[in-house]
């Protein structure tokens, strides 16, 4: 611990004995002798002192008088007493009257040892003592404060003229806020009212801390810098000046509620380059009695900054300036918001009872949940749930009550938590889901999601639409969908069974008739295909998607789905670029039409969202994971792009951004999609963004794992 030590004896053999051995021992202390009772007085007047050992008797003032004196002005400085009048009596009149210790004057290192450890004991208790006795006046002020601030603020007269700055700001955490920044910049500032008190101060000057402000005289010059060199300076700007002891100080105003209530400083420092009148500053330490060997040692250690560094430093500073003045001006704009808080705890609880009024009676089940658990609900929703009481619901996650695996395949736990995280980020959500009631029978219900705050928390509102008979109208037009295209194409197959058998037997046509034969094959062709692709969107709407596999070469079925779209994204203005040489003679197991059906949804998707002018990209390779050989077909875009919000949403069955709905479609391709991917084994990638375009991958196992 470096310590500032002031040792007292009339003896200076002996106390320069003492300072020798203390030295030794502690090698930064800093050490100053004196050898009376009246130097010490005069020399902590102007110099700072951790610690004072004095001897006891000494000619004029003995060491008691001293600390009596010191006492009496109000001067806690630790006391320790080193004295050859070693007995009980004396040890116990200086205990009683203030001393922190007592020795007696023993030769030898182990003693001095004892004694700069009791040194440094007294100094940190002191400095508890001290941060406790100002905590405990903090407080007690505090109090009064906050009752002044209290009629200033809410009293219809209440004036903030009544109050002082620190009253307004929070001094303690502004300090911890210029240390740290002082850490990092090494430039000095402070806050100070117009009185000239020092609120919050950093990186002060040992010059200013130990001299100029410790003599009563330029003490006054340093107010009167602090007060009368900063009047005048106009908002958001600073003003530099030398102060009147010769230093450069600058100081920017601090306003609030268009009132000047203080300034920010920066200062004690000289320029980089500037010539010091030293033998000024020599004639001031003569003049006012400072030690001139040491004053002039705190001159030398004054900074020096560069023209670049101060105008930075203010530059912070101004803002900072305009942040407190901004940060003041709301705290009381706070505080007198609350004398408004009880009416509008109130009206609070009126809506309160309003909300629970139009709760209670709504048609629909209506949920509350919080961190994803339910925390209430209507009497429709524990109707709809078939439970006596809403206590068998609270408290649980809606996954608790769902089937594993919704219809679109996705885990009830996932799919429930992606909703509600969307809806806490402010998008409302709506979508349908399969729940259980009580009795262990399936609901199906549609949900609509949305943020909702009560008081100072906020929720998820569930309302819950019983859509349980028309799903079970939804899946018996799916099912009249399926008979439907299942018997037309029979017929289909019969007509182009027998087209094919009179295409056979070209020899015998003439030539009108051998177009008109191709034209009809070509259109059976195209009409089973459809007949075909609507069959599938039943399969992937019933859930019933089962994957003819054939040896098949991935180059050809990629093939097939380009066929025609050439001519589409021209016709568009659209860039078509095709790179599927990897693939080349690439044997794969797969179901070519499904395939080719998934690859072709992705090219429709790209052309459709992409503006004329635009460019999509197929490309094809193989890759492998895991030991594993993948094919991977990307399509690439420079569309609209994607949300990143929406991502994980646009496989869902029937989903359809809200800013495409100008786009003809159903919400089906990219569910047909991802169905195909899972139904080999494989899966499918977005990478997208707002006005960046799109790209997605589809990657198959080439041989798909047995299921």
Not at 117 to 145: F, G, K, P, T, Y
Not at 290 to 307: H, V, W
Not at 484 to 502: C, M, Q
Not at 619 to 646: K, Y
């Amino acid at each position: 611990m470096d310590l500032s030590i002031l040792i007292v004896d009339d003896d200076p053999e002996l106390g320069d004995f003492i300072a020798r051995c203390i030295r030794r021992e502690s090698p930064n202390c800093s050490i100053s002798v004196v050898e009376s009772g009246k130097e010490c007085l005069e020399h902590i007047k102007s110099n700072h002192v951790d610690c004072i050992l004095s001897d006891y008797q000494m000619p004029g003032m003995n060491g008691m008088e001293l600390l009596s004196a010191l006492r009496a002005q109000e001067n806690s400085t630790p006391f320790i007493f080193i004295t050859a009048q070693g007995n009980e009596q004396v040890a116990r009149d200086a205990f009683m009257n203030g001393a922190d210790d007592y020795f007696t004057k023993d030769i030898g290192f182990a003693h001095f040892a004892r004694i700069i450890n009791s040194a440094e004991q007294s100094v940190r208790r002191r400095v508890a003592e001290e941060q406790h006795r100002l905590a405990d006046i903090s407080l007690r002020e505090s109090e009064v404060c906050i009752r002044r601030k209290l009629e200033s603020l809410l009293s219809p007269e209440g004036d903030i003229g009544d109050l002082d700055l620190e009253d307004i700001l929070d001094v303690p955490a502004l300090q911890s806020l210029m240390d740290d920044f002082f850490k990092i910049s090494r430039f000095p500032m402070a806050l100070i009212d117009l009185e000239g008190k020092v609120l919050v101060g950093v990186g002060w000057q040992d010059i200013c801390t130990r001299f100029h402000r410790a003599n009563p005289e330029t003490l006054r010059h340093c107010l009167e810098s602090d007060t009368q060199l900063t009047i005048g300076i106009p908002a958001g700007e600073f003003r530099r000046y030398k102060c009147m002891n010769g230093l450069w100080d600058m100081a920017t105003p601090l306003i609030i509620g268009e009132r000047h209530v203080g300034n920010v400083f920066a200062g004690q420092f000289f320029l980089e380059g500037e010539a010091v009148d030293c033998e000024m500053f020599r004639s001031k330490a003569r003049q006012y009695g400072f030690n001139e060997e040491k004053y002039m040692a705190a001159l030398d250690a004054i900074q020096r900054l560069s023209p670049e560094s101060v105008e930075a430093g203010m530059s912070f500073l101004t803002k900072l300036a305009q942040k407190l003045s901004q940060l003041g001006y709301s705290n009381i704009k706070l505080a007198q918001s609350l004398a408004e808080s009880e009416a509008l705890t109130e009206a609070l609880k009126d809506s309160e009872e309003r909300f629970r009024t139009l709760f209670e009676s709504a048609d629909d089940g209506i949920f509350l949940q919080e961190y994803g658990v339910f925390v209430d609900c209507n009497s429709k929703g524990v109707e709809m749930y078939g439970s006596l009481d809403k206590g068998e619901i609270i408290g649980h996650r809606p996954a608790e009550f769902a089937p594993a695996v919704q219809p679109d395949g996705r885990a009830s736990e996932e799919k429930a938590i992606g909703y509600v995280t969307a809806a806490l980020d402010g998008e409302p959500q709506r979508f349908y889901w399969q729940t259980y009631r009580k009795d262990g029978t399936l609901l199906d219900v549609e949900i609509s999601l949305n943020r909702l705050s009560l008081g100072s928390k906020k929720y998820i509102q569930a309302i819950v639409r019983d859509v349980t008979y028309a799903k079970m109208l939804e899946r018996q037009r799916a099912d009249l969908y399926s008979m439907v295209t299942h018997d037309l194409k029979s017929p289909i197959a019969a007509i182009l069974g027998h087209i094919e058998l009179l295409a056979s037997n070209a020899g015998e046509h003439d030539a009108d008739t051998a177009v008109c034969i191709d034209s009809v094959r070509k259109s059976c062709k195209k009409l089973y295909a459809l007949i075909d692709g609507f069959l599938s969107v039943s399969r992937l709407e019933a859930g019933k998607l089962e994957p003819q596999f054939s040896q098949n070469d991935i180059y050809l079925t990629i093939r097939d789905a380009l066929d025609g779209l050439e001519k589409i994204s021209k016709g568009k203005g659209l860039a078509l670029n095709v790179d599927i040489e990897d693939v080349l003679r690439t044997e794969a197991t797969l179901d070519h039409d499904l395939v080719r059906r998934a690859i072709l949804n992705l090219l429709q998707n790209a052309v459709s969202y992409t503006p004329a002018g635009g460019a999509v990209t197929l490309r094809a390779s193989t890759r492998n994971e895991g030991g594993r050989d993948f094919v991977e077909v990307s399509v690439a875009d420079t569309g609209i792009g994607v949300q990143s919000d929406e991502q994980a949403r646009v496989f869902d069955k029937y989903y359809r951004s809200p800013r495409t709905m100008n786009v003809r479609g159903a919400g089906l391709g990219l569910f047909m999609v991802r169905s195909v991917a899972e139904a080999h084994g494989g899966r499918v990638e977005i990478e997208s963004g707002p006005g960046k375009g799109s790209t997605f991958r589809l990657i198959l196992p080439l041989i798909p794992r047995p299921t």
